[in-house]
Structure formats: structure tokens, C-alpha cells
């Protein structure tokens, strides 16, 4: 298997996150360093109720716990900022 993984920007959490390239498909590692529960299973439990809200947010593609970290969903490198930037109109959809 043919895998890359590099280092993204975080949030202000201890978390830290890193994009994992394999086969051609890309998704999200988050890494607590601390405080695994608070960072990681609560951080799962919001997007679940963000995503069952029809809002959206990464859904949890696997866990890996017991070394302090979970694969994500990646939705690229564009950031939020970057998007709604370039839009004219701010408010519409």
C-alpha cells in the first residue's frame, strides 16, 4: 500500500491533524496529544449531531483510540475563509 501523510493546520484544541494520502483517496488524521476523551470522543459526538442536523461537519471513518487518534473525512485544502472570500454575495447561498 501507498501511503503519504503530512502535517495540516490544527485548531486551538490539542489536537493535531494530518492529511493521509493512500490508493488515490485522501481523509483526515486527528492526533490528541492530551486529553483524549475531551479531544477526540466529544469531537466525534458534536460532528455526529452537526451531521444529523444536516450541517456539515467530518464524519468519523474509523477509530483508533487506544493511540489517541481517529481518521476523519477530508474535505481538502480549501479553508472556510477561502471560500467564502471569493463569493460576491455573502449572505446567499
Known sequence: MNYKLKKISGDASFREF???K???KSSVIAYAKREKYK???I???VNNLLN???ILAPKLIKNY???SM???TDFGDKSFFQFIKKK???LAN
Open 88 to 90: 460576491k454575495n455573502k
Open 18 to 20: 494530518y492529511r493521509l
Open 65 to 67: 483510540y487506544k493511540e
Open 52 to 54: 444529523d442536523n444536516k
Open 43 to 45: 469531537y466525534i459526538i
Open 70 to 72: 481517529i481518521e476523519i
Open 22 to 24: 493512500k490508493n488515490n
Open 39 to 41: 479531544n477526540l470522543i
